[in-house]
């Protein structure tokens, strides 16, 4: 099992909150941690600070975690993973996601119509950049070069290059099977090792049909991890994150990141949460989320339940633990970090 980490996410961007960040990934990086993430969602973008990184680091793969495919037209998400993996001596890993409605549309002003058929059309344009043919589609929704127009289909100037991973960011049934299909990795969220079938058996279905191995997939998952005695110290702070991630990481009407937890057992529990949220009620959505539904998706505890969980993750089928090290500072999220590596170094 390997670690990564992520930096970022919808509340990124402050004023020189990034020093800390590349400080993190460094120390990280000496730890022995794999991969670093950067987050996108409304914040900071997911492209800017890896090209930073890239210089600062040596070892530590660097990963969009993720890049949403309605941002950006295919062959210049194409053309950006190239830059990245050439500026990054191939450390680069293309991390993909469908976002949802509220950002899709509201925030970029594109359709979120049919997420799972733009994806494979977005990977498909994206492969043709790779393998440096020419780009030449025609699908449902991307189409090269436009028809009507004066263009006519490009070949990239810089050199393709097939060995740059792509991972997907999914969560429905039918986007799952697709990543266990076509994809190097797996970032999952809304997941539990209790009731891992409920993402890893429809990517094993995908696997099959494509007469894959699940093994040429890394299957990335993990939480926040927390060490201490007060289980309910732990649980407390987690507890509003989650009735986020129930209630507001979607519309009333669509919500993945909530259907996944009520594949994975907590259907009660996810609907009254969402209902709260999208009614104003925040605090009470808060307060009605089971502490045993933060205590399955995190690593919360004292050091022999933390490493219990790290094996139980790992027992699940996932290959490497993305975490989020609890502490008050950098000086304790990284003493956090250290723990984990150590522990998992134990479990190899």
């Known amino acids: 099992m390997k670690v990564s980490i992520g930096i970022g996410g919808a509340a990124s961007g402050g004023r020189r909150e990034f020093d800390q960040h590349v400080e993190y990934v460094v120390e990280a990086e000496k730890l022995g941690v794999d991969t670093v993430w950067t987050a996108e969602a ?57 976002s949802g409605p509220q950002v899709v549309e509201g925030l970029q002003g594109r359709p979120f119509k049919a997420p799972l058929t733009r994806m494979k059309e977005t990977i498909d344009i994206i492969k043709l950049a790779f393998a440096g043919e020419k780009l030449a589609y025609v699908g449902k929704y991307h189409e090269l070069p436009l028809p009507g127009g004066e263009g006519k289909a490009l070949r990239l100037a810089q050199p393709g290059n097939e060995n740059i991973p792509i991972y997907l960011a999914t969560l429905g049934p039918k986007s799952l099977e697709f990543t266990g299909a076509v994809a190097d990795g797996w970032l999952g969220t809304s997941f539990t090792p209790e009731h891992a079938d409920a993402h890893l058996d429809h990517i094993k279905q995908g696997v ?29 702070p987690l507890r509003p994150g989650m009735a986020f991630t129930l209630g507001a990481m979607g519309s009333r009407k669509t919500n993945f990141y909530n259907d996944a937890y009520k594949r994975g057992g907590w259907s009660d529990a996810a609907t009254e949460v969402q209902q709260l949220w999208v009614d104003g009620k925040r605090e009470e959505a808060a307060a009605r989320v089971p502490d045993e539904m933060v205590i ?45 590596m150590d522990m998992v170094a134990d479990l190899n």
Request: net charge neutral.
């Open 42 to 98: 409304w914040g900071q973008d997911a492209i800017s600070p890896l090209a930073y990184l890239a210089a600062k680091t040596d070892r530590i793969k660097l990963g969009t975690g993720i890049l949403q495919i309605s941002a950006r037209t295919p062959s210049m998400t194409a053309m950006t993973a190239l830059t990245l993996a050439s500026l990054s001596n191939d450390r680069f890993i293309l991390g993909l996601g469908a």
């Open 296 to 340: 399955q998706a995190n690593l919360l505890g004292d050091a022999e339940t933390i490493r219990q969980r790290i094996r139980a993750y790992k027992d699940s089928g996932v290959t490497t633990l993305r975490v989020q090290p609890a502490g008050k500072g950098l000086s304790e999220r990284l003493e956090t970090l250290g723990r984990v």
């Open 208 to 236: 099959e049909a494509a007469g894959r191995n699940l093994d040429d997939i890394d299957i990335q998952v993990g939480g926040t991890v927390a060490f201490g005695d007060d289980l309910d110290a732990l649980v407390a």
